[in-house]
């Protein structure tokens, strides 16, 4: 029979579960009840950490006690990191457009685009895209900002009639590449991009009007990917989630710009010189200038705008390992800058920007915080030390609530970019680097020099990254023998404290799932491309070289600059053959000399690489693969199950090994 305490939690624990479905359901059909929803989340967080605070700390000896706290402590940083998150989703203001026919007289542009090593096929592409920019030809200019000191790239210059930069030394990185372009240009305003960052045509007209406002510093556009990440790609999940960044590039930096903290992501943004020199240009003396660009700009009182639509589109990291060393960089530069100038005491900053600024910098030791929920569960499985005292019951009328308004914020909010299942599995994957990463910056400071994301490589064959993958299989066996030996107790009757045990196997096995996962990621797929293809579905003919009169009519299925997939719409095919070289007709580009790498069994469909082309086709190519802004924003094909994803990737590598 339940007594009275019980019941009580238990009217309180429906009473609020209901409120918060019901909050849910009207934040669906009216963006204004998401307050209400944020609201109640928050209201059931905070009761359910009270609650763990007073009744749960065990008190058992000195070491329950002090890791019971340090599991706490992780839980009571995360709320204060959730409450941060979900209060940039208060408000739905939007940056309304301002047409660059607002300005008297059209400001002139330069347009960075910022190299070190990275390879002239995705540095051409850029190239293109940058010339083919709709603004006067008049009043911008294009400067390739070349750290490498590469002789091929200046000759790309000469080719696109761009600005080749160089220096003698690579002192400070990016931020003095940068710098050191600043000092030798004079226009207006910059249009900074990284290396594989194309811009759309229409990028200027989309941003420059803002600066009408002459305090504007800066417009910030999302960084928006082309190619599949890692957890997309070897996870099978290409048309099942987005990328793992668009819930920052899009929904966070949209939240941000309410208060006037946009971060500064590094590239895809428009400057205002004069607001950059009031600064003494791009901040140095960190691994990530990003943060501080920005942040200082705003502590000058300047403003800072986000426009949250796709105006350049680049590669994401494209192996599990450059995606470690990409945020583990990340992860330094970040706790760098906060020593540096720290957001709580830099002067200029109001209160908002400074709580949006340190929960920034707090976001980087999600690894830590990952950590010890992993490990809480094992230590009481396997060692019996108990750091949540509770029973079952009462955990669970205090834990729904709270956990069920997560999920249904997240929904609501942000819909398809972001689930709890998610993050779960992203901050399981990375979290035993990011965490010594964090660890080690903030107590040692032994930052790592800056290295470029590698872009643009293939694979002929799986490869499965063991060294990555150790910290999460000695988790994941870990798991097992905890899961292993609590079943022989049970088997033999030594049970003493069963909620206890309820409670840790169930959140062993939630992260052992994870763990799994993790592991999977760490099963690089074959690539065999190092160029992505677009689905384009357009008309062409092709014909042999040897015999033009010969057409026939096809459909292009995807396309790159480097080649094709082209569907026969009729007969007369029988005499191609892999090597012959023919010739495609394709809309807007023209005819195209290809050459014939591989042919389906039934010839309905081949495989072409294209050669000799021209300058104008190839521009006409990279403009038609990423003009369609709808290519690149998500959208679910299908629902990929986590048990069929880890099927899948286990059939793709008895594949290859077999």
């Known amino acids: 029979m339940i007594d009275n305490i019980v019941a009580y939690k238990l009217v309180i624990s429906l009473l609020m579960t209901v409120i918060i479905i019901i909050s849910y359901l009207f934040s669906k059909a009216h963006r204004n009840f998401l307050k209400f929803l944020i609201f109640f989340s928050i209201t059931s967080t905070l009761i359910y950490l009270l609650w763990r605070t007073f009744y749960t700390v065990p008190k058992l000896n000195i070491l329950s006690l002090i890791l019971g706290t340090i599991l706490l402590t992780a839980e009571w940083i995360g709320f204060f990191q959730s409450c941060v998150y979900k209060w940039l989703f208060w408000s739905n203001k939007k940056v309304e457009y301002i047409p660059i026919e607002k300005f008297e007289k059209l400001p002139t542009v330069d347009i960075f685009i910022v190299t070190y090593n990275e390879s002239l096929d995705i540095l051409r592409k850029t190239v293109s895209a940058c010339k083919k920019i709709d603004y006067p030809d008049n009043l911008f200019n294009v400067y390739v900002c070349d750290d490498g000191r590469r002789a091929e790239v200046k000759e790309l210059c000469d080719e696109y009639k761009a600005h080749y930069i160089s220096r003698n030394d690579n002192k400070y990185a990016k931020a003095g590449n940068v710098n050191n372009a600043l000092s030798q240009t004079k226009g207006e305003f910059i249009l900074l991009l ?362 292009v299925e995807d396309i790159s600059e480097n080649g094709a997939k082209i569907k026969f719409q009729g007969k007369n095919t029988d005499q191609l053959k892999t090597g012959d070289v023919i010739n495609v007709y394709v809309d807007r580009v023209g005819e195209i000399k290809a050459r014939i790498c591989w042919i389906s069994k039934d010839r309905s469909i081949l495989g072409v690489n294209f050669f000799d082309l021209s300058n104008d086709q190839y521009d006409e190519l990279i403009q038609m693969m990423f003009e369609d802004e709808s290519k690149f924003d998500f959208n679910y094909k299908r629902r990929l199950g986590v048990f069929s994803s880890i099927f899948m990737a286990v059939k793709d590598l008895l594949k290859y090994y077999a």
């Open 194 to 555: 990284d290396a594989d960052m194309i811009p759309k045509r229409n990028i200027l007209k989309r941003t420059l009007g803002q600066f009408i406002d002459k305090s504007v510093a800066f417009v910030q556009t999302p960084q928006i990917f082309y190619n599949y990440d890692p957890f997309q790609y070897n996870l099978y999940f290409e048309n099942s989630i987005p990328n793992e960044q668009d819930f920052f590039m899009r929904d966070i930096e949209s939240g941000r710009s309410v208060h006037n903290a946009v971060l500064h992501v590094g590239t895809n943004a428009v400057f205002r010189r004069s607001s950059l020199d009031a600064i003494g240009g791009i901040p140095t003396g960190t691994i990530t200038e990003d943060m501080a660009t920005g942040m200082l700009l705003q502590a000058k009182g300047f403003k800072t705008i986000f426009i949250n639509e796709v105006l350049a589109i680049g590669l994401s990291a494209e192996t599990f390992s450059d995606l470690i060393k990409q945020r583990d960089r990340w992860c330094r530069g970040n706790i760098q800058v906060a020593k540096k100038w720290n957001p709580l005491t830099v002067k200029g900053l109001n209160l908002k920007q400074r709580i949006i600024y340190f929960d920034g910098v707090i976001y980087w030791f999600f690894g830590v915080q990952k950590m010890i929920y992993i490990l809480a569960p094992l230590i009481y499985l396997i060692f019996g030390i108990v750091l949540l005292n509770a029973r079952v019951i009462d955990l669970l009328l205090f834990f729904v609530p709270y956990f069920l308004s997560s999920v249904l914020f997240f929904r609501s909010a942000v819909g398809k970019r972001r689930n709890i299942t998610w993050s779960n599995i992203y901050e399981i994957a990375m979290s035993p680097y990011i965490a010594l990463s964090a660890l080690s910056e903030l107590v040692f400071g032994n930052g790592i020099k800056f290295n470029v994301t590698p872009k643009g490589r293939t694979r002929g064959k799986p490869e499965f990254l063991w060294k990555l993958a150790m910290p999460h299989i000695i988790l994941f066996l870990a798991t097992i023998y905890a899961l292993v030996i609590t079943a022989y107790k049970f088997y033999t009757g030594n049970i003493h404290l069963i909620d206890a045990y309820i409670i840790n196997i169930s959140w062993a096995i939630y992260n052992g799932l994870g763990l799994l996962m993790a592991i999977f990621i760490c099963l690089e797929r074959p690539k065999f491309r190092n160029s992505e293809r677009f689905d384009v579905g357009l008309f062409g003919k092709i014909a042999v070289s040897k015999s033009a009169s010969e057409e026939v009519a096809c459909t």
